[in-house]
């Protein structure tokens, strides 16, 4: 069955870093793209960054670019997040998510998250 586990969230001074991890298993790893949502509190999942299954090619969210980094290895099933310059407004649960297509049928598959706390 398809298992995302995120790790590697906690408490972070504004202008820290952390790096988040999510070790997929259940699929295709290499085949599929990849995708960091987050949630605040109060407010809608919104997409992070997004890495394709191939080239590696990334994509962002306008106020993530230049300070967020989306990687893989697909050797250890694994996609991060390097976030860099944390700012309060990063605060919320960030989830890993990877779509799958089996036979036609589109399905969506979440972590569990991970919190992620930017405060002094």
């Known amino acids: 069955q398809v298992q995302l586990v995120e790790s590697g969230g906690g408490l972070v001074q504004p202008g820290g870093s952390l790096r988040l991890s999510c070790v997929a298993s259940g699929f295709s790893f290499r085949s599929y793209p990849m995708r960091w949502y987050r949630q605040a509190p109060g407010k809608e999942r919104e997409l992070v960054a997004s890495i394709s299954s191939a080239s590696g090619s990334t994509n962002y969210a306008d106020s993530m670019k230049g300070r967020f980094t989306i990687s893989r290895d697909n050797a250890k099933n694994t996609v991060y997040l390097q976030m860099n310059s944390l700012k309060p407004e990063d605060t919320a649960v960030y989830y890993c998510?990877?779509?799958?297509?089996?036979?036609?049928?589109?399905?969506?598959?979440w972590g569990q998250g991970t919190q992620v706390t930017v405060s002094s």
């Open positions: 998510n990877v779509d799958l297509v089996v036979l036609g049928n589109r399905y969506r598959y």
